[in-house]
């Protein structure tokens, strides 16, 4: 199965990086724009049958490495092949 | 004294650590390779800048797993003597060994720049040789030096005199103005609750001879010296 997870920067932690690219965005005319984030995305090819497992597994890896719980929120789809 | 300087894949401030406390401090150093485990007989391990890991996935992410850190935590928690500079500091936050995370500059640049730093607190192993509130001049190189704690940790660092270094003018004005990379309360260097973890992003290392054009930064290494000499003793 593959899995997608996405990194984001919590609400509360300002984003100077999305911040830039909203200006940029606004500079090219779009309007409209209340925020920009920017984050992450880790693609995961993985060998297993059970989802529960395999869901159970990547919340560890995000805990443990992947995102920084202090700035950093995540959520991932699984999609089967 | 004998100091270790960690070596990780990517720190490149591991040769002026080591020629620091070798040849101009004249004191007894090695390296520790990241994958080495065995810190005895050290009294003071220094984690270097630099960008372990290629700062690839958040900047000491995955330095902060390897084998020698384990090592180091242990080290620590029984009251050994860390410093991380630069990088090594980032690495420090990633393990835990000291609180909040490093967010990218404010500016979204790469700083490479001479600062002004402010003493904020010299009753520390590593600071006990300067003047309180004695301003001091250093390099800062980093991208990721905006650091950042939530409201009840930055309470808690105040509260228990942890932040050892702020951001300020030549004069130790404390403004935004001063402020290179947009740090939290212009924070530039803290220290664990126990006083034995030193991290901070203005190189030392390279502000410990006149020829640098400062030698302001040599201060926390001998700082480091004569406390050690003095438990010693």
């Given at each position: 199965?593959?899995?997608?997870?996405?990194?984001?920067?919590?609400?509360?932690?300002?984003?100077?990086?999305?911040?830039?690219?909203?200006?940029?965005?606004?500079?090219?005319?779009?309007?409209?724009?209340?925020?920009?984030?920017?984050?992450?995305?880790?693609?995961?090819?993985?060998?297993?049958?059970?989802?529960?497992?395999?869901?159970?597994?990547?919340?560890?890896?995000?805990?443990?490495?992947?995102?920084?719980?202090?700035?950093?929120?995540?959520?991932?789809?699984?999609?089967?092949? | 004294?004998?100091?270790?300087?960690?070596?990780?894949?990517?720190?490149?401030?591991?040769?002026?650590?080591?020629?620091?406390?070798?040849?101009?401090?004249?004191?007894?150093?090695?390296?520790?390779?990241?994958?080495?485990?065995?810190?005895?007989?050290?009294?003071?391990?220094?984690?270097?800048?630099?960008?372990?890991?290629?700062?690839?996935?958040?900047?000491?992410?995955?330095?902060?797993?390897?084998?020698?850190?384990?090592?180091?935590?242990?080290?620590?928690?029984?009251?050994?003597?860390?410093?991380?500079?630069?990088?090594?500091?980032?690495?420090?936050?990633?393990?835990?060994?000291?609180?909040?995370?490093?967010?990218?500059?404010?500016?979204?640049?790469?700083?490479?720049?001479?600062?002004?730093?402010?003493?904020?607190?010299?009753?520390?192993?590593?600071?006990?040789?300067?003047?309180?509130?004695?301003?001091?001049?250093?390099?800062?190189?980093?991208?990721?030096?905006?650091?950042?704690?939530?409201?009840?940790?930055?309470?808690?660092?105040?509260?228990?005199?942890?932040?050892?270094?702020?951001?300020?003018?030549?004069?130790?004005?404390?403004?935004?103005?001063?402020?290179?990379?947009?740090?939290?309360?212009?924070?530039?260097?803290?220290?664990?609750?126990?006083?034995?973890?030193?991290?901070?992003?203005?190189?030392?290392?390279?502000?410990?001879?006149?020829?640098?054009?400062?030698?302001?930064?040599?201060?926390?290494?001998?700082?480091?010296?004569?406390?050690?000499?003095?438990r010693k003793a």
């Open positions: 199965m593959i899995v997608e997870i996405y990194i984001t920067l919590k609400k509360t932690v300002s984003d100077p990086q999305g911040l830039t690219v909203k200006h940029a965005l606004e500079s090219l005319g779009y309007k409209g724009l209340t925020d920009v984030r920017i984050g992450k995305l880790v693609i995961i090819e993985i060998n297993f049958k059970d989802k529960k497992r395999a869901e159970k597994e990547i919340n560890q890896m995000c805990k443990k490495l992947l995102a920084n719980p202090i700035i950093e929120d995540y959520h991932f789809k699984i999609k089967e092949q | 004294m004998k100091f270790g300087v960690v070596v990780f894949p990517g720190s490149n401030c591991d040769q002026d650590c080591l020629y620091v406390t070798r040849d101009v401090l004249k004191q007894s150093v090695k390296y520790i390779w990241h994958k080495d485990t065995n810190l005895d007989g050290l009294d003071c391990v220094i984690l270097p800048g630099g960008f372990s890991y290629g700062d690839y996935l958040r900047t000491g992410a995955i330095a902060r797993f390897s084998a020698v850190m384990k090592s180091i935590a242990g080290f620590a928690r029984k009251g050994g003597t860390v410093i991380g500079i630069c990088n090594g500091f980032q690495i420090l936050l990633e393990a835990g060994l000291l609180p909040g995370v490093m967010l990218r500059n404010k500016g979204l640049h790469f700083i490479c720049k001479h600062v002004y730093i402010k003493t904020e607190n010299n009753q520390t192993r590593f600071t006990n040789l300067y003047d309180r509130g004695q301003v001091l001049k250093m390099p800062v190189a980093h991208n990721e030096g905006n650091y950042y704690i939530d409201a009840a940790g930055l309470k808690d660092l105040k509260d228990n005199n942890q932040i050892i270094f702020r951001y300020c003018s030549p004069e130790g004005e404390l403004s935004g103005q001063f402020n290179p990379n947009g740090a939290l309360d212009n924070i530039a260097g803290i220290i664990n609750k126990k006083g034995n973890v030193l991290g901070m992003m203005p190189h030392p290392e390279r502000s410990s001879e006149k020829q640098l054009g400062t030698e302001d930064g040599c201060f926390i290494f001998k700082s480091i010296v004569k406390w050690l000499q003095m």
